[in-house]
């Protein structure tokens, strides 16, 4: 915008210099050589009464010497009867239409110009005094006057520049400033504001972004303690679900059941602590020890149903940027799909690698596979494969973490679920 503007007010102040300047350079070149022609015919006139008393040769000559053109050999005086007196540079055509017309007038001549100025000695007799004007005397001051009309013009339009350019700044640092504030808010910083400057309507805008940042952070703060209170509410069918499973005894069904439940309360109470705790910067998590950790606790209903399960590629640190809770959320629900839509015996891999930038968690089976797979990512439901339900919980993390979600057939025969995530620093682990 700066530049723009700072072109336009070029563009314009030149157009509007040029619109001036230019009559105003041929004027002073018209008064330049009017004025040399004036000191010509005063120079020709002051001959005159010398010509009026005499025609002697001698007191011709000691009047044009006493002249400054005469001085400087460009006076001539053309007598009756074609005697020259002085060097000539008019042409015979113009001597003859000027004794013919009885008025001065001025000629082209080699390098110049004549000013012819015709004086009558008697009724019949007609003296012709000629004045030369070389090209530079009809031309001094010329130069210089352009130099300094062309140094105030580029002065004009310098100015019109910075000035615009100062406008420009002012305009630009105020929406360079807004746009960075709605940057960092979009980066979940709610405590983003700034300080409304600049022209009427930006400073509108920011007030307009200030309100809607202080509305953004109170639906958000009522969000988060809607979701820790739902949460909070599950606390009560945990408790008697917990207290019900340690009356089951010590079979291993028991136990697992006994599991589940301290896993549930674990991810509620983390489900309660996240909601109430404000998002200053984007989580990070270990996705090779969340893989780790689903793994383990979906195997043991695995070896229940004779499903061979393996984990691959996650023996090394992996970050990016979603939260734990929400990574393992997705994993659960695509884990869940594999045993809710495939027979039981039905294998499955889980493989997670990193690439430069990026990382992708494989979930992959043996069973009958996703016959729609664009179908089932627009509506986040299975056609009847072996996965769906945690497509839609999938799509949305890797959407919000800046990544995708694909479907394509595995090596096992069934489907496979690709999510690519961005690779976040491990430092920050």
């Known amino acids: 915008m700066r530049r723009s503007l700072a072109l336009v007010s070029a563009a314009v102040t030149s157009m509007v210099a040029l619109a001036f300047l230019v009559p105003l350079g041929l004027m002073v070149r018209e008064i330049a050589r009017d004025r040399a022609l004036a000191d010509a015919e005063r120079q020709a006139g002051s ?40 060097t000539t540079h008019a042409h015979l055509a113009d001597l003859q239409t000027a004794m013919a017309r009885g008025r001065s007038f001025s000629a082209r001549a080699a390098g110049g110009y004549v000013l012819l100025q015709p004086v009558a000695l008697d009724q019949d007799r007609t003296t012709v005094v000629e004045v030369y004007l070389p090209k530079e005397d009809l031309t001094r001051g010329v130069r210089s006057a352009w130099i300094v009309l062309t140094g105030v013009a580029a002065a ?7 000035v615009a350019d100062r406008l420009a700044a002012r305009v630009v640092g105020s929406a360079r400033t807004l746009a960075k504030a709605a940057t960092i808010l979009g980066g979940g910083d709610l405590r983003t504001r700034i300080d409304p400057q600049g022209p009427p309507e930006l400073r509108e805008a920011g007030r307009a972004f200030n309100t809607m940042a202080d509305r953004v952070e109170a639906l958000l703060a009522a969000e988060r303690e809607l979701v820790a209170d739902l949460s909070h509410r599950l606390r009560t069918p945990l408790t008697a679900m917990r207290l019900n499973a340690a009356a089951l ?4 069904a028991a136990e697992q059941t006994r599991l589940a439940v301290q896993r549930l309360e674990e991810e509620v109470d983390r489900i309660i602590g996240a909601a109430r705790r404000p998002k200053q910067q984007r989580a990070l998590c270990d996705a090779a020890e969340v893989l780790r950790d689903r793994m383990e606790f979906w195997s043991a209903l695995a070896e229940d149903q004779n499903r061979d399960c393996e984990l691959v590629g996650a023996e090394h640190p992996v970050a990016v940027p979603v939260a734990r809770g929400e990574l393992s959320a997705v994993l659960d629900s695509l884990l869940g799909n594999v045993f809710r839509h495939t027979p039981q015996g039905t294998a499955f891999v889980v493989t997670l690698y990193e690439g430069v930038g990026r990382v992708v968690i494989l979930v992959a089976d043996a069973g009958p596979g996703i016959d729609d797979s664009d179908t089932a990512l627009r509506r986040g439901a299975s056609g009847g494969g072996s996965t769906g339900l945690g497509l839609d919980i999938a799509r949305r993390m890797a959407k919000a973490a800046g990544g995708d979600v694909r479907i394509d057939r595995s090596t096992l025969g069934g489907a496979q679920i690709q999510i690519w995530l961005p690779a976040a620093d491990a430092r920050r682990l």
């Open 47 to 86: 001959l005159a009464p010398a010509l009026a008393i005499s025609t002697d040769r001698a007191a011709i000559e000691r009047a044009v010497a006493s002249t400054q053109a005469g001085e400087a050999g460009r006076v001539a005086v053309h007598l009756p009867g074609r005697a020259t007196i002085g």
């Open 156 to 162: 004009l339009v310098l100015g019109s520049v910075v």
């Open 249 to 252: 005894g010590p079979e291993p």
